[in-house]
Each structure stands twice: as structure tokens, then as C-alpha cells.
């Protein structure tokens, strides 16, 4: 099983930008595809980016193409979501959750992923 820890959220101006990081650790990080999803307050739990096993694949939710980049660092076992062009309706709780399969390029759905983690604030004001 996979421990993941998040940071980087905090509150911020609409068009500002926040980085978050999720590291993880407990198993071979690099064979797993990985994504973030999102939790508003009243609102169900939705993907907003994933990345491959490899880092070769993407999906983004629709309303953030062009505004979030999901990256990885195999060597830190590392993942990140690079927020830019923030709006207040981006404001949630943000989770990092990787894949219960290895060697996976396409993930998307909240059953593809085995390990979350615990979360972290993303506020942004208008």
C-alpha cells in the first residue's frame, strides 16, 4: 500500500496560481499512473488531472485544459498540479490518489485509484 502526503494549497487572488506536490511513498512509485481530484463543499468528488505510469499520458477535466499541467517526478517520487489562471470555482479540497494497477495509462474514474490522500485546501477569492 501507498502513503500519500499533499502541500501546497492555501488560499489565493482569482488569476493567481498555486503549485501542489503529493509525495509518495510505501511502494514502487513509478509503475503507477497517479491523479488529482477535487471536492467542493456539497459537491461530489471529481478528477481533475491524471499521468500515466510513465508520464507520457494525460487527461484533464474540461474546465481546467489550458489552466493546470500534471506532472511527475519518478526520482522523488513525486507528483504535481501546476494551477494557473485560478477561478473561485476551483476552490475545494484537493486530493492526490494513485492507481491500484501498474503499468496503466488511461485513469480517470475515482475506482481506478486504490491509495488517497488526506487532502489540501485550495481557496481562491474573487
Known amino acids: 500500500q501507498v502513503q500519500l502526503a499533499e502541500s501546497g494549497g492555501g488560499l489565493v487572488q482569482a488569476g493567481g496560481s498555486l503549485r501542489l506536490s503529493c509525495v509518495a511513498s510505501g511502494r514502487t512509485f513509478s509503475s503507477y499512473a497517479m491523479g488529482w481530484f477535487r471536492q467542493a463543499p456539497g459537491k461530489e468528488r471529481e478528477i481533475v488531472a491524471s499521468i500515466s505510469w510513465g508520464g507520457g499520458t494525460t487527461y484533464y477535466q474540461d474546465s481546467v485544459k489550458g489552466r493546470f499541467t500534471i506532472s511527475r517526478d519518478n526520482a522523488k517520487n513525486t507528483v504535481y498540479l501546476q494551477m494557473s489562471s485560478l477561478k473561485p470555482e476551483d476552490t475545494a479540497v484537493y486530493y492526490c490518489?494513485?492507481?491500484?494497477?501498474?503499468?496503466?495509462?488511461?485513469?480517470?474514474?475515482?475506482?481506478?485509484?486504490?491509495?488517497w490522500g488526506q487532502g489540501t485546501q485550495v481557496t481562491v477569492s474573487s
Open positions: 490518489a494513485a492507481d491500484h494497477t501498474v503499468y496503466r495509462n488511461w485513469v480517470r474514474l475515482p475506482s481506478d485509484f486504490g491509495s
